[in-house]
């Protein structure tokens, strides 16, 4: 059993910031990536940031220069340091990690926080 918490979130004024973390525990095994997604209302969820275990990053294009993943592999927690915020980063924030089961990639996901950014 694998359970992701995360800690962070909440309300902002347009050009804030905010830090969202996220630890894994349980029995976790051979970690592949972990990352966060966002979801807006009415809209489909889609990757924000991503690590891998050689620590290269991906970020989608709206986020590049203002959001930075990290993780901490000792601990498998990751985190997303959110500098000048907009209001169409709102939405919802998912943690992801992302494990190798023999030759199968499952995924995990956390139970979401709300990140409201007011202009």
């Known amino acids: 059993q694998v359970q992701l918490v995360e800690s962070g979130g909440g309300l902002v004024q347009a050009g804030g910031s905010l830090r969202l973390s996220c630890a894994a525990s349980?029995?976790?095994?051979?970690?592949?990536?972990m990352g966060w997604y966002r979801q807006a209302p009415g809209q489909q969820r889609e990757l924000v940031a991503m690590?891998?275990?050689?620590?290269?990053?991906n970020y989608v294009d709206s986020v590049l220069g203002r959001f930075t993943v990290s993780r901490d592999a000792v601990t498998n927690t990751v985190a997303l340091q959110m500098n000048s915020l907009k209001p169409e980063d709102t939405a919802v924030y998912y943690c992801?990690?992302?494990?190798?089961?023999?030759?199968?990639?499952?995924?995990?996901w956390g139970q979401g926080t709300q990140v409201t950014v007011s202009s």
């Open positions: 992801n990690l992302e494990v190798l089961r023999f030759t199968t990639r499952v995924k995990y």
């Open positions: 349980g029995t976790i095994g051979r970690v592949n990536s």
């Open positions: 690590i891998g275990v050689d620590d290269r990053t």
